[in-house]
Structures are given as C-alpha cells and as structure tokens.
C-alpha cells in the first residue's frame, strides 16, 4: 500500500445538533467543531476527511454519541451488523440471497424455485448447485 500525503488542517466544519425538549423545556443548540484534513487522489484533486475530536484519526463518517458529541465508530465501539452474526445465521443470510438470486422467495423453507425466463441453464445449474451446499 501507498503513502498516503495529508495536507495539513486548514479547514473545519461546525457540525450543529438541535436538543429538542418537552413544551415547557427550550430547545437548545449544541455545536461541535470538527477539523477537515484533505489527502491527494491518485488522479489528482484532493479527497476531504473529518479529523475524529477523540482519536485524531480521519474518518469519513461521524456519529453522534449520547451526550458526548460526534465521534468516529472506532471510538464509540460500533459494529457492523454481520460482525456480530453466528455461522449458521451468516449461512442463512447467503442461502437466501442465493435464493433470490435464482428468483425465489427468501424463505429457505419453500422449495427451489424453477429456472427464469432468459437465464442460461448452465448459469441455472451453477447458482442452484451453490444453494444446495450452502
């Protein structure tokens, strides 16, 4: 893997949350200023990163963490959903999408679906094959 060349912090955004309360409590405003930090493209042109206030890493995406501001996903712990699956419910979730992809229901409860219309009989084969040992 490449250099990757960081030009220096020139640049920020204030990222503004709205707190709305009950009708007797105001609404209030919090605002969080966030550095951008830029690295060049391999094409040319730059690409712009927000500069994560808790780690000081870059990160195209912040969230936002109850009562503490925005951060990256690093520092508030989050985890993708498939990161968190048992085996047997990642072989579920492939042998539905193979099933769809064959043009059936995902239920893996109903019975294989029959070749589509305009669909290669040996692309048929292959995908209903990887369903069976899936």
């Known amino acids: 893997m490449g250099k990757v060349d960081v030009i220096p ?3 920020a955004v204030v990222l503004l949350l709205r707190l709305f309360g009950g009708e007797q ?3 209030k405003l919090a605002g969080q200023l966030v ?4 690295t060049k493209c391999g094409f040319g042109g730059t690409r712009p990163w927000f500069r994560c206030d808790r780690c000081r890493r870059r990160a195209a995406i912040l969230y936002l963490a109850t009562g503490s501001g925005f951060a990256c996903r690093r520092c508030l712990g ?4 498939s990161q ?3 085996a047997a419910n990642r072989a579920i979730s492939k042998a539905r999408k193979l099933r769809e992809r064959l043009g059936g229901g995902p239920s893996v409860l109903d019975p294989l679906p029959g070749k589509p219309p305009r669909m290669h009989r040996q692309t048929y084969w292959r995908r209903l094959a990887a369903v ?3």
């Not at 550095?35 to 830029?38: Q, S």
Request: glycine share 0%; hydrophobic share 35%; charged share 25%.
């Open 25 to 27: 409590q105001p609404r």
């Open 9 to 11: 912090e020139s640049e």
């Open 84 to 86: 968190s699956a048992t």
């Open 132 to 134: 069976i040992t899936a």
């Open 78 to 81: 989050l985890a993708y959903r």
């Open 35 to 38: 550095p951008i930090v830029r």
